[in-house]
Each structure stands twice: as structure tokens, then as C-alpha cells.
């Protein structure tokens, strides 16, 4: 692998962030209102481009859940609660994760991961947790100007009662609802999720947007071109 591969992973990632932002202002803005009746609509599976979109988005997500459970150490976790949780969600469930890292027959397999191959999938699980950690930190303190969620009650809008995360346990928690938003969003109907899931909705839109947000500032300063700024819709 290249040594800027992971240069060029982060500006996938960005543009995933970018681009699933964008699907979701779109179909927010064109295909519901606030109170708006449900159409009983719940599939879109018609709609592929919609459906890659959504699914580079979980593969993101999935990556950066992978990444957190290669980066979360004991001393981390500051309750024994907290500890007993993380230990059942996925600390103990090693047989999956080394499925999930291609590591399960790594001694027998004849297709195994060379040493290279593995740290790179490491990496890139790495480089995935770091951008969504940074943005779930970052999102509260999202300028107004730059939120765009289009059914924010605050005037003006703000993210600032999402507070970022405090602990493994939240951070996990956070990540988790966003691969089941995804879920949503590829399974259900738009208007149905404004209505019933507007929290889960609100904060899943909140994190791409400042992880499009934040790589959009660090693009330039990385000499790569710039992440595109958010589609306007007309009024």
C-alpha cells in the first residue's frame, strides 16, 4: 500500500460524509414536513443509488465501530457497569471480530491476510474511529450558520444539546444508533422517520455533517482537493 493510502482513505470517507448528507437534505426537504402524513410507503429498494449511498455510509460506520473496539482499553471504562457492557457487546465476542478483521484462519486458510494486508485493515478501521470520534466531539460546537438539518427548532439552529460523548460505553452507544439510522434510511419511509425517529434522525444527519464539515477544513491543508461544500435546494 501506498504510503498516502490512508490520504486517500480520508478522502473517501469525507466524501461519503459529504454525500450522504447531501441524500438525506434532499429527501428531507422534497419528501417531508413537519407533522406530514406517512404515505405507508416502507421500502425504496427500487431507488440503487440511493441504496450505495446509504450502504457506503454503514460501511463506514461498521468500520469505525471495528476501530473502536481495537482502540478502548480497561482503564478507559470508569464503572464496572459500564466494563460489564462493553465485555458483552463486544470485548468477549472474539470469534466475530476476527471474522470481522479477516483474522479467524489466519494459521490454515490458503487465501489468509499477509501482515501488510492486515495492518492495513487496521488502519483504515483506525483512521475510520478517529474521524467519527472527532466529529462526535466536534458536533456540538457546530457554527450555526454551517448546521443545515432542515427541521431544527433552535433559532438559530444548533447542534448543542447533542453532547458528544463521555465515556466508551456512550461512544459505542452513539455509533450504534447511527448503523441502525442507516438501517432505517435504506428500509423505511422518509416521512416515517421524521415523524417517529426525529432524534435519531436529527443526531444521524449531525454526524455526517461534521465529518463533512471537518474534512472539508482539513482537505486544504492536506493539498488535496477540496470536499464539496452542501448542495443548496431551491427555496
Known sequence: MPEDGGLYEFVHISEIASTTRDLMSLNLKHRTQLGGRSEGVHS?????????????????????????????????????????????????????????????EAHTSADELSSAETLRLVRRQLLAFGMAATALGALPRTPSEEVTFPYSYGKPPTYCDIPAPSSPAEMLHRLEEVESMLWKLMSMEWQELVNHYYGPLRRTYGFFEANARLAQQEAERFGVKPVRRTLQWPA
Do not use: N
Open 44 to 104: 425504496r429498494s427500487d431507488q440503487q443509488v440511493e441504496h450505495i449511498v446509504l450502504q457506503q455510509a454503514r460501511d463506514f460506520v461498521g468500520r469505525a465501530r471495528e476501530g473502536f473496539m481495537l482502540s478502548v482499553r480497561q482503564s478507559d471504562v470508569p464503572t464496572r457497569g459500564e466494563l460489564r457492557y462493553l465485555l458483552e457487546r463486544v470485548l468477549l465476542d472474539w470469534s466475530s471480530f476476527s471474522r470481522e478483521l479477516g483474522l479467524e
